[in-house]
């Protein structure tokens, strides 16, 4: 009789998170020289013209002081340029570089490889189910009104 399946779920949620983090910043990093944080970053500036600080920590879902960490490692890696806001004084709009635009394009063939393996090892409809599970749990709090007190 086969074992049962660990029912800790946080646990395997946090194990696999941690596995897929170090395995796909592997892989970008040797792709395009950046993090998976990064692209999200990266890709949260592309997609949204004239985004802050502010409004990135809020899609990241970071805290404000984690996105000032890795905006000031965005700018500093030539990949975002930040800009005066033109109406609010103390905000910066950041725009994306040409080697910003280029590592997101290094990166893609290499996300759409560690995708196209996840998905054979769970295959089509398992695929499909744990990515709307995670949805779901990814959504979960700010969408039911629950509350952690």
Same mark, same amino acid.
Request: some cysteine; aromatic content about 4%.
């Given at each position: 009789?086969?074992?049962?399946? =660990?029912?800790?779920?946080?646990?395997?949620?946090?194990?696999?998170?941690? +596995?897929?983090?170090? /395995?796909?910043?592997?892989?970008?990093? *040797?792709? +395009? #020289?950046? !993090?998976?944080?990064?692209?999200?970053?990266?890709?949260?500036?592309?997609?949204?013209? #004239?985004?802050?600080?502010?409004?990135? +920590?809020? !899609?990241? #879902? @970071?805290?404000? %002081?984690?996105?000032?960490?890795? &905006? #000031?490692?965005?700018?500093? +890696?030539?990949?975002?340029a930040k800009s005066a806001?033109?109406?609010?004084h103390r905000a910066v &709009?950041?725009?994306? !570089?040409? /080697?910003?635009? *280029?590592?997101?394009?290094? /990166?893609?063939?290499?996300? $759409?490889?560690? $995708?196209?393996?996840?998905? $054979?090892?769970?295959? =089509?409809?398992?695929?499909?189910? *744990?990515?709307?599970? @995670?949805?779901?749990?990814?959504?979960?709090? %700010?969408?039911?009104?629950?509350?952690?007190?």
């Open positions: 009789m086969p074992p049962e399946p =660990d029912q800790r779920l946080f646990f395997l949620l946090q194990r696999a998170a941690h +596995a897929l983090r170090l /395995a796909a910043d592997r892989r970008c990093l *040797a792709a +395009a #020289g950046v !993090t998976t944080a990064q692209l999200g970053a990266l890709f949260a500036v592309q997609d949204q013209p #004239g985004l802050t600080q502010q409004k990135l +920590a809020r !899609t990241l #879902g @970071l805290r404000q %002081s984690a996105v000032t960490a890795l &905006v #000031g490692r965005l700018t500093d +890696a030539g990949l975002v806001h033109p109406q609010e &709009v950041l725009e994306l !570089t040409d /080697a910003g635009s *280029a590592a997101l394009r290094d /990166a893609g063939p290499e996300i $759409n490889r560690f $995708n196209a393996e996840i998905r $054979n090892l769970l295959g =089509d409809d398992g695929f499909a189910q *744990a990515a709307a599970a @995670l949805h779901k749990l990814a959504h979960w709090h %700010s969408e039911s009104g629950h509350r952690s007190g």
